[in-house]
């Protein structure tokens, strides 16, 4: 069982990534997803989770974030739009006990 995330990087203010996190050996529509993050001398906070029938956020990034599933291609998504120099961190996602190895995203000018 394995969760494998790309799409961090550097990106300005204002600007937009799309993190996806790579299931295998478990079918990820089976369960929730969560996606953390965890910034320098911060604790990991949840950010964002989805099940089939729902999808929560935390407040400081409702209507900013987006999380998403392909079943056919056993995939996540995190949409992260107007991406705020706070919101840099490592980003995890988490799903069936597992954790994904993490995805730097640095938000700068």
């Known amino acids: 069982v394995q969760l494998v995330e790309s799409g961090g990087g550097l990106v300005q203010p204002g600007g937009s990534l799309r993190l996806s996190c790579a299931a295998s050996?478990?079918?990820?529509?089976?369960?929730?997803m969560r996606w953390y993050r965890q910034a320098p001398g911060k604790e990991r906070e949840l950010v964002a989770e989805?099940?089939?029938?729902?999808?929560n956020y935390s407040q400081s990034v409702r209507d900013r974030f987006t999380i998403s599933r392909d079943n056919a291609r056993n995939t996540a998504y995190l949409q992260i739009d107007n991406l705020k120099p706070e919101d840099s961190a490592v980003y995890y996602c988490?799903?069936?006990?597992?954790w994904g190895q993490g995805t730097q995203v640095t938000v700068s000018s």
């Open positions: 050996g478990m079918f990820l529509s089976a369960h929730t």
């Open positions: 989805s099940g089939s029938s729902f999808s």
């Open positions: 988490y799903a069936a006990h597992t």
